[in-house]
Structures are given as C-alpha cells and as structure tokens.
C-alpha cells in the first residue's frame, strides 16, 4: 500500500490522529514528594554535580538512595538539607568545617535561627573558596579581591560564583601572548 492509500484509509476509518511527542519545554512536573536525581537536583540548586558527590562525603546526614549502577535518587529531606547547606556555605558565608559543626550541635539538623558566622569564619570560607592555584600564583599578578556586599539569597550567591569565575580567567587571559 503507498502512503498515500494509507493516508485516505486512515481518514476513511475516522481514526484519530496518532499521538504526537510532546516538545521539550512540556514536560510532566514531578510531586512534590517525588525523589530527584543528582542531575535534577544539580539544576534545581544551581549547584554542580561533582559538589553535591563531594557534599555527600562532607556531610553524612545526605544519604540519597542508590540504585543499579550507582544512580542516586534524592528523598526531599535530602534537598532540603542541601538547599541550606548551600545557603550557609555561598550566601552566608561558613565553611564546610562551620557547617559540619552546626549539624553536629543541631544533632544532626540545621536550625532556622543560624546566627552569622564570625569574621574569622568568613575568612576562613572565603580562603577555602578560592585559593591560589600555585601553578599560576607567580605567572600573573592575583586579581584584587572584589568587595560584596552581603544579601542573603540565590542571586547573590550566583553574583560571587560567577566574580570568582571572571577573576580566574582574567588571570589566565593574562599568561596568553
């Protein structure tokens, strides 16, 4: 049968159109309570994925399920932690040492009553930050620290993360002839 025989005996049955794929940008949202991959979860943060493993070994209260082939699957007590831990570390600005420790005295929770970290510990995470790589430390000047000011919210962590990004490559647009 050619195709379009095929085309008129479909209209002739008055079948209805087949169904056709949806475009991307239509895509089914999960519930709430859904569990999240690593990659959903990375884009919902704004956070990559590699730091989210890396968290995972930092702090042993994110325990997602794993499954076949190390595939990991967020509970959404799971990004809850991990939406703060990232407020505390980027926006307001502890280390990793200072999150660890206000887990450990909140047995294990982050309570909502955080006061902000000392100047000593702001330091602290802006040096665990953005350290020097030594291989470009005596190639190029280092870039002048940019002063921020504090907002705590998702723009403003954005802000410092894409600063620390163009100072490193102004450093390295530097070496290049």
Same mark, same amino acid.
């Given at each position: 049968?050619?195709?379009?025989? *095929? ?10 159109d087949?169904?056709?794929a ?19 979860v ?16 930092k ?8 499954r ?5 699957? %967020?509970?959404? !007590?799971?990004?809850?932690l991990?939406?703060r831990?990232?407020d505390?570390? %980027?926006?307001?600005?502890?280390t ?8 450990? !005295? ?6 909502? !009553?955080?006061?902000?970290p000392?100047?000593?510990e702001?330091?602290?995470?802006e040096?665990e ?5 030594p ?17 705590p919210? *998702? ?12 100072a *490193?490559? *102004?450093?390295?647009?530097?070496m290049?002839?």
């Amino acid at each position: 049968m050619t195709l379009g025989a *095929e085309s008129r005996l479909h209209d002739s049955l008055d079948m209805p159109d087949p169904p056709k794929a949806e475009p991307a940008s239509v895509r089914l949202r999960k519930a709430a309570g859904a569990f999240r991959t690593i990659s959903e979860v990375a884009d919902e943060l704004h956070i990559p994925q590699h730091v989210l493993r890396f968290w995972e070994t930092k702090f042993p209260q994110v325990k997602p399920l794993k499954r076949g082939g190390g595939r990991r699957y %967020y509970r959404p !007590d799971d990004i809850a932690l991990l939406r703060r831990v990232s407020d505390l570390l %980027y926006t307001q600005g502890y280390t990793i040492k200072g999150v660890q420790r206000l887990l450990r !005295d909140g047995g294990g929770r982050l309570a909502d !009553d955080i006061p902000p970290p000392t100047e000593a510990e702001r330091a602290a995470a802006e040096a665990e930050r953005s350290p020097a790589p030594p291989q470009l430390s005596f190639l190029a000047p280092e870039p002048a620290p940019v002063a921020v000011p504090r907002r705590p919210n *998702e723009v403003e962590r954005l802000r410092m993360v894409l600063m620390h990004t163009l100072a *490193e490559l *102004e450093v390295i647009r530097a070496m290049l002839p």
